[in-house]
């Protein structure tokens, strides 16, 4: 009997198409791991070179750190801000452009062209605008209304920053509903208007069940991409005015590489790590009770 039956190359085949992959997951995801959970046992003196192994002493600081609830809180708001501001404003741009109109596709691609621009660039702008005697001030002003010092206080900068990341991810949610909407088949609208149901009946009981599945998607994607949002920080606002701003992500960053901590700031991406993969598995576990599936 060939030791190459048919089954065994087939096998071969199959893991030979995914090497390149798990060579990927290995090298940029699992060792990076590793190599945290390393560093977050330790105390590494980058500027020595010298490492101390503390065992679980970083970790006991998370509970002593007097900063860390501030920037738990912080994460929170930023993080459920663009949440319910993308998923929703993306859901209610689909919706509008799911029509036949004059001039749909250029406002599609409108709404999509922020998410191809340079995070830098992007943010960038935005600062100009939200300065004391930006743009966005200038324009208020015009109808005598004196705009705040947006990037200096607190509640003002956290809703820049919030509404920065909204508008300039928010075409890739559009793009997603915008599919979904366009596979509802049409007759279902059909037979419920001609039973008599209202429009908010309509998108209540047969669109939203119908999209269900991509806005699980939706969901997932824009919660990881919030807890994962630095540049809009580092740039607009670097964490202030007194941590107002200062996300996990960002925190990390200020441990690591501007306090020059690298076992406790590993510790932090260790917990950062740890809340993406609950809340993504809280997410897919619901989707049993919320998500439609069509047979």
Do not use: C
């Not at 949002?229 to 740039?235: H, W």
């Not at 925190?251 to 740890?274: H, K, M, P, R």
């Amino acid at each position: 009997m060939s030791f190459w039956t048919t089954r065994r190359r087939d096998v071969l085949t199959g893991y030979l198409f995914i090497a390149p992959q798990l060579a990927g997951v290995a090298l940029f995801v699992l060792l990076p791991v590793g190599m945290a959970i390393w560093y977050s046992l330790n105390d590494w003196n980058i500027f020595t070179g010298r490492q101390t192994f503390v065992g679980g002493d970083n970790y006991a600081a998370l509970t002593s750190d007097p900063q860390l609830p501030r920037v738990l809180l912080a994460t929170a708001v930023f993080s459920g801000g663009v949440v319910i501001v993308n998923i929703t404003l993306g859901l209610l741009i689909a919706v509008l452009l799911n029509r036949r109109f004059r001039g749909v596709t250029l406002f599609r691609t409108l709404f999509f062209s922020p998410v191809v621009v340079s995070v830098v660039a992007w943010t960038l702008v935005w600062g100009f605008l939200l300065q004391d005697n930006g743009g966005i001030n200038g324009l208020l002003g015009t109808v005598g209304i004196t705009g705040p010092n947006w990037l200096q206080h607190g509640g003002t900068a956290m809703a820049s920053v919030i509404i920065t990341q909204v508008i300039r991810s928010v075409g890739i949610n559009m793009v997603l509903f915008l599919a979904a909407l366009q596979g509802v088949p049409g007759e279902l609208y059909e037979a419920a208007r001609i039973d008599g149901a209202s429009s908010r009946a309509i998108f209540a009981r047969i669109t939203l069940p119908l999209i269900s599945p991509t806005l699980l998607l939706a969901v997932i994607v824009t919660v990881v991409g919030a807890l994962q949002s630095f540049a809009q920080i580092a740039v607009l606002t670097e964490g202030g005015p007194e941590l107002s701003t200062t996300v996990l992500v960002y925190y990390v960053y200020q441990q690591a590489f501007e306090f020059n901590d690298i076992g406790y700031g590993s510790t932090l991406a260790l917990l950062l790590l740890s809340f993406v993969m609950i809340l993504t598995l809280v997410q897919w576990q619901l989707r049993r009770k919320w998500v439609f599936y069509e047979q």
